[in-house]
């Protein structure tokens, strides 16, 4: 299966609301979750089950969707946020991550 | 806190294995699966395969078959993910990851294989 994040590359100011979107090439019921990875650091659980906050992460991350059309969104973008996005399907093995989305500073 | 530690960087020649280990910790071993995804510089996040703790049992992915083996040791909590036949296109960070069905949490820290002659 194969994920397809948009955009590729996102440049973005502190306070902007962000919205990434995967989709998938069939569907993967509600099988998605959302990592954030920082340079050399290992990446971080966000989101699984397509919209279920992982324990600790702020509030601000939100996830949705179902299917074949999955989004992340930031409400109010901080500064530590400034990463790569990643999708990922567990639905169907072999299991497939989206090609990222880098978040810069405008 | 449940954690998975990995071994040290590698420098591997082509042709050659390489083995790469990931100690967990703070949860029972044998609960839960452990995946290895691997990322090439600059490059994206590439799922290598599974293995079921507690039998052994393993399924990997198509691209790595027969060039991949990953065991377990229970006695020491350890998993192995060993990659053979290596060339240069396999230089990437190594990840192993425990995996609830829905997830992937925690991950360890990645270890770094370069392949060079």
């Known amino acids: 299966i194969q994920l397809t994040q948009s955009p590729s590359f996102l440049s973005a100011s502190v306070g902007d609301r962000v919205t990434i979107t995967c989709r998938a090439s069939?569907?993967?019921?509600?099988?998605l979750a959302w990592y954030q990875q920082k340079p050399g650091r290992a990446p971080d659980l966000l989101i699984y089950?397509?919209?279920t906050l992982q324990s600790g992460v702020p509030s601000r991350f939100s996830g949705s969707g179902s299917g074949t059309e999955f989004t992340l969104t930031i409400s109010s973008l901080q500064p530590e946020d400034f990463a790569t996005y990643y999708c990922?399907?567990?639905?169907?093995?072999?299991?497939?991550f989206g090609g990222g989305t880098k978040v810069e500073i405008k | 806190q449940v954690q998975l530690v990995q071994s040290g960087a590698e420098v591997a020649k082509p042709g050659a294995s390489v083995k790469v280990s990931c100690k967990a910790s703070?949860?029972?071993?044998?609960?839960?699966?452990i995946h290895w995804v691997r990322q090439a510089p600059g490059q994206g996040l590439e799922w290598m395969g599974i293995?079921?703790?507690?039998?052994?049992?393993?399924t990997y992915a198509q691209k790595f078959q027969g060039r991949v083996t990953m065991t377990r040791d229970t006695s020491t909590s350890t998993l192995y993910m060993e990659l053979s036949s290596l060339r240069s296109e396999d230089t990437a960070v190594y990840y192993c990851?425990?995996?609830?069905?829905?997830?992937?949490?925690?991950w360890g820290q990645g270890t770094l294989v370069t392949v060079s002659s």
């Open positions: 089950a397509a919209y």
């Open positions: 703070g949860y029972t071993f044998t609960n839960y699966y």
């Open positions: 990922q399907q567990l639905n169907t093995y072999p299991l497939t």
């Open positions: 069939q569907g993967i019921s509600n099988y």
């Open positions: 990851a425990r995996g609830p069905t829905s997830r992937f949490d925690p």
């Open positions: 293995i079921d703790p507690s039998g052994g049992s393993t």
